[in-house]
């Protein structure tokens, strides 16, 4: 989508791996997040920050870590990739001063771990 | 525990008609309720919001009903057409958790010609 663009889009990896994935946008946004997609399960939120170096946890960071170094991007990394973080990652950002429209989502990244 | 809903994993509905969406949730502390639609191996997509001072939003072709004692709210989509079907997330904000969006599971819409 435009202004958010995810890094790489497919990447298939050996279990026990390390894996970062890539969030980079281009609206100046504080607000950034992590989810994943998963059948039966909806999205749900594995980490977010609000502004450089801060973050936090969401529902299911178990296995995920992220940092932020730079406004623009947000990596998100499995230190050791297990088959369970199989999934399809999504980063959004969102305006803090537009509630009425969400979030602006890229277009994802699939992960499969082998 | 999910705080959001979508109890119906799919819905199929003949083009012209109304497709009607729901959705429950369980947190009353949720303020801001959102729609996203989202096609195979895109992001999704915002469609429609409403806040919990409103009961009813409407953008063209779609309306968001709230009924807040209910923890309820609805996507009707009137007339529905092929290019619609899509699967439809439901999410709900509050101020906890930097706002972050809490979603259902998803429904399934098929339009069929």
């Known amino acids: 989508d435009a202004g958010i663009t995810q890094s790489p889009r497919h990447k298939v990896t050996e279990t026990g791996t390390p894996v970062t994935l890539r969030c980079h946008q281009t609206?100046?946004?504080?607000?950034m997040y992590w989810y994943r997609q998963d059948p039966g399960h909806g999205l749900r939120l594995i980490h977010y920050?609000?502004?450089?170096?801060?973050?936090d946890k969401g529902e299911v960071s178990d296995g995920y870590s992220v940092s932020r170094s730079k406004t623009e991007d947000f990596l998100l990394t499995l230190e050791s990739a297990t088959s369970s973080q199989t999934s399809v990652y999504f980063c959004?950002?969102?305006?803090?001063?537009?509630?009425?429209?969400?979030?602006?989502f890229g277009s994802g990244t699939r992960l499969t771990v082998v | 525990d999910q705080q959001v809903k979508q109890n119906s994993p799919s819905l199929s509905v003949q083009e012209g008609r109304i497709s009607i969406l729901n959705c429950d949730y369980t947190n009353s502390m949720f303020d801001y309720f959102l729609w996203y639609k989202k096609y195979p191996a895109e992001g999704p997509t915002f469609l429609i919001s409403i806040s919990s001072i409103k009961d009813k939003n409407e953008d063209g072709r779609f309306t968001v009903f709230l009924n807040k004692s209910a923890k309820h709210l609805s996507l009707h989509i009137v007339p529905s057409q092929p290019g619609d079907s899509a699967v439809y997330f439901c999410?709900?904000?509050?101020?906890?958790?930097?706002?972050?969006?809490?979603f259902g599971k998803g429904t399934s819409l098929l339009v069929t010609p």
């Open positions: 609206e100046n946004h504080r607000y």
């Open positions: 999410a709900a904000s509050g101020v906890n958790s930097g706002y972050a969006l809490n």
């Open positions: 959004a950002i969102r305006d803090p001063g537009q509630r009425s429209y969400g979030y602006t």
């Open positions: 920050s609000y502004g450089v170096k801060d973050t």
